[in-house]
Each structure stands twice: as C-alpha cells, then as structure tokens.
C-alpha cells in the first residue's frame, strides 16, 4: 500500500463503504428499523460542516503553538505527501464512528439513557487508544474528554453520524497529511509541512500529538459542550427508558 498509496486510499474508502452497507443491513434485518443516523439527505451538509470544524480546531490548535514559539514551520514537501494519510482518516473516521457512537453511544442510550450512552462511549474511545504505540494514560484521558464530547455533541445535534464522521476524518487529516503531527500516539508520517515542535508536552501533546495539548483540550472540549447544548434545545438528549 504504501509503494501505491491512491490504491491504498480507494481500497481504504470501498472497506468503509462496505462497513456502512453491513451497519445498514444489520439495522434492517436484525433489528428491522430504519438507519436513519446514515441517511443520505443532508448527508453532504453534515459532513461538510464536521470537516470544517476539524480542520478548523486543529488549525487553530497549531495557529496558537504557533504564536508562542513552540510550533515552526521550517519548509514544505511535495504535494504527493498529501495522499497516504487519506487511507487512515477514512478508516479511523468511519469505522470508528460507527462502533462507537453509532453501536455503542446508542445501546447505552437505549437501555440508560443519552447522558450514560455519552460517558460510557466518550471512555471507551478514550481508552481504546491506549492500544496505539505510544499511547499514554494522560492522552487517553484527554480524547475521552475532549474527542469524546465533541464527537458525541457532534452524532447528537444531527442525531446523524455524518457530521461525526467529517470532523473525524478532517482532525486525523490535517493533523498528519499537513501538519505533520503523531496522531493519538499512533506513528507519526511526513506530511506537506516539515515543522519543529519544542515545548512542554503539557502544549505540544509529546509523543501523543496534539490530542495530548491542553490546547486542543480546552478548544475541543468547548466545541463539544456547544454541541451538547444545542443537542439539548433541540430536544435530542433522551432520559433513561423509566423516565420516558
């Protein structure tokens, strides 16, 4: 894959379109109802929305370290370098969103309601991080916090996985394809900027990436809690079954 990365990227993106076909057959047969959190209408909206917003805050992210010293950008490589880090948004993105918000946050919601499906599903995609090769416990408690609340805020404003799915791909894009960051511990990749990053790892993430900044801890996290907020006037937040 890697001698071939645009191979790479449309097999990436044909196992994420059999993954949704699977999710979608799997709601109609097993638990006949309607998929509606992949509903195509809108999709395109959602989705475009979700991608600006992660590329935003990431942006924003490396803006700030930027102005403090501790993010330099020393050059640029060739635009090639743009291409294999397609592969890994597009799974991480899809795959994950669709375990983790679209199984797991509403399995719980169902059986204790929205706030517990946002607890139980925002730790377990903290933690499962920790199986990425430089995994800390510090950076898993910071994407259960931050990435969880966003994503979930994210999944619940829309009660749709799109808009969840584009800030997902656009955060882990940016973040390794152009700024050439470790993504959640996991091995960093060349991207089109070739940077330094000195700092204390409380700014700059250390070796977990900017998941691990209390920069990103703070924009993510009030992104999320927005989110939430307006999940919640919208009548989306769902109390536990004995209180419907």
């Known amino acids: ?90 799974k991480s993105a899809i795959f994950e969103e669709l375990v983790f918000r679209g199984v797991l946050l509403k399995s719980v919601e169902d059986m204790l309601g929205t706030w517990a499906g946002v607890i139980v599903s925002s730790a377990v995609f903290g933690f499962i991080h920790l199986l990425n090769p430089d995994a800390t416990i510090g950076g898993a408690i910071y994407i259960t916090i931050e990435a969880g609340l966003l994503l979930a805020g994210a999944y619940l404003v829309t009660r749709r996985l799109w808009m969840a799915i584009g800030f997902h791909m656009a955060w882990n894009y940016v973040q390794s394809a152009i700024f050439s960051g470790i993504v959640s511990g996991a091995v960093a990749e060349p991207g089109l900027i070739r940077d330094t990053l000195t700092g204390p790892d409380l700014l700059t993430g250390g070796s977990f990436g900017m998941e691990r900044s209390i920069v990103a801890l703070i924009l993510c996290t009030t992104a999320g809690v927005i989110l939430l907020m307006i999940a919640k006037r919208r009548g989306h937040i769902l109390p536990p079954p004995w209180k419907r």
């Open 1 to 90: 894959m890697k001698d071939n990365p645009v191979f790479g990227d449309a097999i990436a993106l044909g196992i994420g379109l059999v993954a949704m076909g699977i999710y979608l057959a799997y709601a109609r047969v097993i638990e006949r109802r309607e998929a509606t959190e992949l509903a195509l209408p809108g999709a395109g909206r959602d989705f475009a929305i979700g991608a600006l917003i992660g590329a935003g805050l990431y942006t924003a992210c490396a803006l700030i370290l930027m102005v403090f010293g501790i993010f330099k950008v020393e050059g640029l490589n060739p635009l090639s370098f743009l291409i294999p880090a397609i592969a890994m948004a597009v």
